[in-house]
């Protein structure tokens, strides 16, 4: 922990430097609350409301009063709601001076409306009139006194339960308004719980240095700054991914993304890249993503999985349209096969003239008990009917003339091989013999006499998508060098780091994996 009386260097301080710093301080004798503190903080420094989503008795209150030592001399407010509470609970009492006069004032000092940071425990519990002017405070940040509008200080709400909001009571308007949804859990690691058990209650109030403590100038002025950050293509295109997903399980879910909560996600996204000290989002920021989309515990893993499962299968946007690239080669790839090699084994075969395919054989069948002696087989020249083969069904030959022997049968039996049996005069006194078709040429076999100007050309027009790839993995690899190096954040854990990298080097192996197939087709076309 920095000392209070220590100077920091604000030349050697950026943003990224100190809001690291502001976050151990911030969570010191806190346990696995790390990352829920730094979403938190993000959401206060963009402008965002959060919700805690948890059962009693996990810090939720404590996150939100610690929350507000990150800031300047705050206002905060803090209040459990329940289905008695009232709106002077709340808004402040009504002035019984004022009230003399005809005129109906609050007194709002030290309520929620001169609040700069607010925390509502349980305030799904609290009455459609809070909730109401609630709505009003955190959507328009105004609260009417009488006949005055104030303009409320708010900087950032935090409400928690141990619920989400039940439907049909008409709480979708406000709940939508919290951009940001943590769910915060009972310490999970053995050994965090042992640490826990055996300390004293954690402060409510870190100590903070000074140097670190975000004042409601720089507020201002960041939030005006996040103006000029920009969703990169990158973004973009796991934005379009996630939500293509999202509507297509929009039912089975039971999961709607308004277009104002798009539209505030997004602005969290820049807020990351900015506390980051870059101008342009990237996959790290994507990743926060997961806690401003799910509505439910029970859609919550399976949303946060589909961002997750996007921002893997996602690398860097292009501008080479690599789908269109996959379906020329394969078009290519087909060519390549059907035009210069054979793709199934060719057979022996003649036509007689009713202009059908057979198999010529001259078939010996020696009489059983007698194949010792010449003169007791049957020779025979037969033709089998080419589109027997490899079928179940019995058949009989043909002459050279198509004339049936009624006496030879043949079956494939659906082998590469045919058994022919011979009965004499309805005896079955031979045996049988085994005929197995010649092939002239093998499948995958090179065929001859194939027009050169063709290999050519085909030969072409892959060098030429090779070409291409080879230009999008170079591009690929030099932007993944400066961009992995962009990746850590406060806002993400190692881990998740590691998710964004994935997509990167998935794409990278595709990419070398499509050049390496293109010149496997090259090497076809020699």
Known sequence: MVNKTQKLNDADLNIQARISKLLEELTADMYERNQTMAIALLGAITGHNTFLLGPPGTAKSLISRRLTAAFEVPKYF??????????EEIFGPVSIKELKEDRYIRQIDDYLPTADFAFLDEIWKSSPAILNNLLTIINEHTFRNGKEIIKVPLKSLIAASN???????????????????????????????NHLINSRPSSESPSVSPDLIISYDEIEEWRNSLQSVTLSDDTLLVIKYIRQKLISKSEELEVYVSDRRWQRAAMLLKASAFCNGRTETNHSDALLLKYCLWTTMDNRG?????????????????????AKLDQEKETLDNEVNKELYYSKDIYDVVQL??????????????RKGYERYQDESKIFKLYIPADKFKTHEEFNVVDESGNLFNDIQGTFGGQGSCELTFSNRGYNNYN????RPNILCKKGDKKKNINKRLVSSLAKSVKD??????????????????????LASPFVTEEEVGTAITGITKQVEQLKLRIADCERLEALCR
Do not use: W
């Open 163 to 193: 619920e989400v909001p039940p439907p049909n009571q008409g709480l979708e308007a406000l709940y939508d308004r919290f951009v940001i949804r943590l769910f915060v859990p009972p310490i999970e690691q053995e050994n965090n719980f």
């Open 78 to 87: 803090e209040y459990l709601m329940n289905r008695f509470s009232t709106p």
């Open 432 to 435: 049988s013999f085994t005929f």
């Open 465 to 486: 998508i090779r070409q291409e790839l080879t230009e999008v993995l170079k591009q690929v690899e030099e932007k993944s060098i400066k961009y992995k190096k962009h």
């Open 302 to 322: 399976a949303v946060q999985n589909i961002v997750t499962s996007t921002i893997e299968s996602c690398g860097f946007d292009t501008d080479i349209n690599l």
């Open 353 to 366: 003239n009713n202009d059908k395919d057979y198999f010529e054989v001259t078939a010996t069948f020696t």
